[in-house]
């Protein structure tokens, strides 16, 4: 073999690290691409509606940075390990006089025998934000 051949060889440990790397991209290239996709979703909706779609995006980015953002049906969402957890459902979507931020079956919102899946969103202010943070904080959990 020669010089150059023997540089060309990679070991068992070098080409590990080489298919994990390129998982890695490949990865951050799909979360790219589906943050894109949220994004592109949120500012196809109405004038009216986009602005409250953005900050709902950007409270539950901030709360549960962890998150994947994804779309779910045409919607915003947000996966951990590949579940949607929760989600905006647009009024308009579904021609219905109030958005909403829904929570799945993988949240971690049980709270005793009941508890409510989704709330109504009309407008978001200081109260609002901080319900949002805390929720999406425990449905990630």
């Not at 909706?45 to 901030?62: F, K, M, N």
């Not at 919607?75 to 590949?82: C, N, R, T, V």
């Not at 009941?114 to 929720?135: C, F, G, N």
Request: proline residues 4%; contains cysteine.
């Amino acid at each position: 073999m020669t010089k150059a051949e023997e540089g060309a060889t990679l070991s068992a440990q070098e080409k590990a690290a080489l298919k994990e790397r390129t998982r890695e991209l490949k990865a951050a290239k799909k979360g790219a691409e589906a943050e894109q996709a949220v994004l592109d979703a949120i500012s196809a909706l109405s004038a009216d509606e986009r602005p409250l779609a953005e900050r709902v995006h950007a409270l539950i980015r901030e709360a549960a940075p962890e998150l994947a953002p994804r779309t779910w049906y045409g919607m915003p969402a947000y996966a951990k390990d590949g579940k949607v957890i929760c989600f905006f459902k647009a009024a308009s979507k579904f021609d219905v006089r109030y958005a909403e931020l829904g929570f799945n079956e993988p949240a971690n919102l049980d709270d005793g025998n009941m508890w409510p899946t989704a709330y109504a969103i009309t407008k978001v202010t200081a109260a609002e934000e901080k319900k949002i943070r805390d929720l999406v904080k425990t449905a990630a959990s």
